[in-house]
């Protein structure tokens, strides 16, 4: 088994590359995180110090954690989805296929593994980078110099390893259960509903975010001010486990309004996203994140600014550089990084999939603007999303404080992920497009693994 693991993932790596590119991206998150509290405690003497350090530790997990899960599982699941093919030719050699769910999971923890140890080097190395912009650019802390300790980072590799793992639990088991004829056809299976784990996931996030509610409504406006930056990253999580259902829904809805009939590339658009879940998913899952999270603090400042001027203060400062990037430095990345490497999965079948539009008679520039087509596609739906998200968490907030529901909404700065996640997604759709436009349709057809 343990050849048949390792084999596969040399034969694939093209594949397995965007996962584990993401379990580098947490692992160096989580490098971090682990190197802020390896330098709180070396300045445990320094009261001020320890403490500023200590409570940027939460602020950078909790913020990061939503972006990771929703990231980490995507990429899971879309990598095992990508391999359907794979899995049952081993299950008509006669591959059992509870062997073939065990070899899949022992993949994804081999290459989570692999990327979070590489990501905890990579933070190593970036940790003085990191310190120079968030901590010692701050009045009294240029004296601080940022510690690493080796023995927290096994933590980190084990909770990437274990996120992966959850993520793709359900993928592994379905590529071992899914019977060999009906995987070897090129299409993916129909999914319809919910599963059960994202059912418990969203009621248990759901619960979550009540009781956050209660808590701040028991706390008093001002205390629940204080609370506020952490109401989109409640609202965003409870999203997360609902993805395939509501990005189905808004996409069909809102694509609806645009003529299909007159305009080929957006038709050739619309089904190619509608028709890969997977890879419309993990394509749409960090840019919602990503998106939901940014405009969500942003309006939470804007309330706080509002309500700060409705109690008679002036002078007001805004969010700083160094806390913004504690805050969303993190999931921003790890939700461009999700974006682009989900499409890039999916760059093989993308390609075969034009060199047959190609001998059918599909002209090239109608396959490139069905590329711009698809990335727009997927922003508009992620955007839309995370703006409900938005809206719902800062409505919460502003009944609890008192003030108009719409107050202090921020878009802009959202819209920013909205449109650098759009450029990742175009160009790691259009490169596919114009490479299978290069090359001879009948050798792109013929080309199988």
């Not at 994140?289 to 309006?299: D, I, K, P, R, T």
């Amino acid at each position: 088994m343990i050849k048949l693991v390792f084999s596969d993932l040399r034969d694939h790596a093209a594949t397995w590359i965007g996962a584990f590119l993401v379990a580098v991206a947490c692992g160096c998150i989580g490098g971090w995180a682990a190197s802020f509290q390896a330098t709180a405690s070396a300045y445990a003497a320094d009261p001020l110090v320890f403490r500023n350090l200590q409570q940027t530790v939460p602020v950078v997990i909790s913020f990061s954690s939503v972006a990771a899960v929703a990231v980490l599982a995507s990429a899971a699941n879309l990598t095992v989805s990508a391999q359907r093919r794979s899995y049952a030719l081993w299950q008509l050699a006669n591959v059992r296929p509870r062997l073939v769910s065990t070899v899949v999971l022992a993949q994804m923890i081999a290459v989570a593994m692999l990327g979070a140890v590489c990501g905890t080097l990579l933070a190593v190395a970036t940790v003085p980078l990191v310190f120079s912009l968030v901590i010692t650019s701050q009045e009294g802390f240029s004296h601080v110099a940022p510690q690493v300790d080796a023995s927290l980072m096994p933590a980190v590799w084990f909770v990437v390893a274990g996120v992966f793992l959850l993520g793709g639990l359900k993928g592994a088991r379905s590529a071992g259960r899914t019977p060999p004829l009906v995987a070897l056809r090129d299409f993916e299976p129909k999914r319809k509903g919910m599963t059960w784990m994202r059912v418990f996931l969203f009621a248990g996030l759901a619960a979550c975010t009540c009781w956050f509610i209660f808590f701040m409504i028991e706390s008093g406006p001002s205390d629940a001010m204080n609370w506020s930056l952490f109401m989109p990253l409640f609202m965003v999580a409870t999203l997360v486990p609902l993805a395939p259902l509501v990005f189905s829904a808004v996409l069909n809805a809102w694509t609806r309004l645009v003529p299909q009939k007159r305009w080929n590339a957006w038709y050739l658009a619309r089904h190619t996203a509608r028709f890969g879940l997977s890879a419309s998913t993990s394509v749409e899952t960090p840019i919602m994140v990503g998106f939901g999270l940014v405009a969500g603090v942003f309006s939470a400042l804007g309330l706080f600014t509002s309500y700060l001027q409705s109690q008679g203060t002036i002078d007001i400062n805004g969010l700083s550089f160094a806390a913004a990037l504690l805050m969303l430095g993190g999931p921003v990345l790890l939700c461009a990084d999700g974006a682009a490497v989900s499409v890039v999965m999916t760059s093989r079948s993308r390609t075969r999939d034009v060199a047959l539009l190609i001998a059918s008679g599909a002209r090239a520039e109608t396959l490139m603007a069905a590329a711009v087509c698809e990335a727009l596609i997927h922003a508009v739906t992620a955007t839309l999303v995370g703006a409900v998200s938005v809206v719902a968490s800062n409505a919460i907030v502003a009944c609890v404080i008192g003030l108009p529901i719409f107050e202090g909404l921020a878009f802009g700065e959202g819209f920013v992920v909205s449109l650098v996640g759009f450029a990742l997604v175009f160009a790691a759709t259009f490169i596919p497009t114009c490479t299978a436009l290069n090359q001879e349709t009948a050798a792109v057809l013929a080309m199988r693994e």
